[in-house]
C-alpha cells in the first residue's frame, strides 16, 4: 500500500474533530495574533518530530494566514518504515480545523514532501498546494516564499548524498532525544544538540552562509524585496545585498517559526525559551500566591 493512502485527509476533518485530539486543545488562556504565521520542516512521520512543542505553539498562536513552507511530512522515511503516532494526527487536524474556519493555509512542499508537488495549484480541505508563493506584508513588501532545496547544490548535483546526509542526521537526532530525556529527567529546558553541532562545525556553516547568499540572490533576481524559506533547519533574519532574507527554521530540533506582526515587522519565535518563560511565569504565580496564602 502506498504510505500515502495511510495518511490523515481533509475527509476526515469535521466539526467534532477536537473530540478525537490525543492531546486536548488548550483552551484556557488568550491567544497570541499575529498577521501571518511560517513554519517547516516539521518533519511528521519521524521520531525526530517534536510533536509536543508544536502542538502547545499551535494551541498558543493565531493568525490570518499561516504558510507550511516544505517538508511537513517525511516521505523519505515513511518509505522506508511507517511510523505515524497520533499526535501527528494532531498536528494535521488541527491545521485543517483551521483552514475550515477561514485561516488561510498555503502550503509549499519541499523535498521531503515532493509527493504532493504533483498537486500544485489545487485546494484540499482549505489548504491551497503551491510550488512557491509571493507574499504582501502589512508594510507593503514583497517576500518570494518557498521551501529552498531548489538551491542546495547537494540536493541538485549529488541527490544520492542527500539520502545518506539524511540517515546520518536521524541518527543525531535519535542521540539528541535521549540527551532530551536526560535534560527532563532533570528538569532543565530544551536544548539541541545538532544545533550546537552545526554552528561549531565550519564546514556545516560555511554551507548554511553560501546557501542564504543563494536564495536571497534568486529573490532579488526575481524582483522581490525578500525571501521566506526553509530546509537548512538555521531559523535566521538578516538582510543581505539588499534583500531581507528570512528563515523559519524547524520543528525537529531548533522548534521555531516565523511570524509577522499587524504592523508587517518579522521575527523569529524560540518556542523552547517561551514555554520555559512561561513555566516560571507560572511558577513564580504560584509561589506568590502560597505566599499571600501563608500571610
Not at 548524498?161 to 540527551?179: H, I, P
Not at 561549531?200 to 560555511?206: F, P, S
Not at 554551507?207 to 536564495?215: G, H, L, Q, R, W
Amino acid at each position: 500500500m502506498n504510505f500515502v493512502s495511510r495518511l490523515p485527509f481533509a475527509a476526515d476533518v469535521d466539526d467534532t474533530i477536537a473530540d478525537q485530539f490525543v492531546v486536548p486543545e488548550r483552551q484556557d488562556g488568550p491567544r497570541r495574533k499575529y498577521r501571518t504565521i511560517w513554519i517547516s520542516d516539521i518533519h511528521l512521520g519521524t521520531r525526530g518530530c517534536n510533536a509536543a512543542m508544536l502542538i502547545d505553539f499551535l494551541d498558543s498562536v493565531d493568525s490570518e494566514t499561516i504558510y507550511l513552507v516544505g517538508d511537513i511530512i517525511d516521505g523519505w522515511r515513511l518509505k522506508k518504515r511507517f511510523y505515524w503516532p497520533a499526535t501527528h494526527n494532531d498536528i494535521v487536524w488541527r491545521i485543517m480545523k483551521r483552514a475550515r474556519r477561514g485561516t488561510r493555509v498555503v502550503y509549499i512542499p519541499g523535498n521531503h514532501d515532493e509527493m504532493f508537488r504533483q498537486f500544485s495549484g489545487l485546494n484540499f480541505g482549505g489548504v491551497e498546494i503551491k510550488r512557491k508563493a509571493i507574499h504582501e506584508t502589512a508594510d507593503g513588501r514583497k517576500l518570494l516564499v518557498l521551501h529552498g532545496d531548489e538551491f542546495d547544490t547537494i540536493m541538485l548535483a549529488h541527490r544520492w548524498l542527500a539520502f545518506v546526509g539524511d540517515a546520518a542526521y536521524t541518527a543525531l537526532m535519535g542521540l539528541n532525544r535521549w540527551v532530551n530525556a536526560v535534560r527532563q529527567w532533570f528538569d532543565l529546558p530544551y536544548w539541541s544538540l545538532s544545533k550546537m553541532a552545526k554552528h561549531k562545525v565550519k564546514n556545516a556553516v560555511a554551507f548554511i552562509s553560501k546557501f542564504e547568499e543563494v536564495v536571497a540572490h534568486e529573490a532579488g533576481a526575481r524582483g522581490v524585496d525578500g525571501v521566506v524559506c526553509g530546509h537548512i533547519h538555521n531559523a535566521d533574519i538578516r538582510e543581505i545585498a539588499g534583500i531581507a532574507y528570512y528563515n523559519d527554521g524547524d520543528w525537529v530540533e531548533g522548534c521555531t517559526a516565523l511570524v509577522e506582526h499587524a504592523d508587517g515587522r518579522m521575527e523569529v519565535l524560540h518556542w523552547a525559551d517561551e514555554m520555559a518563560k512561561r513555566a516560571q511565569a507560572e511558577a513564580q504565580a504560584l509561589r506568590l500566591a502560597a505566599e499571600r496564602l501563608a500571610a
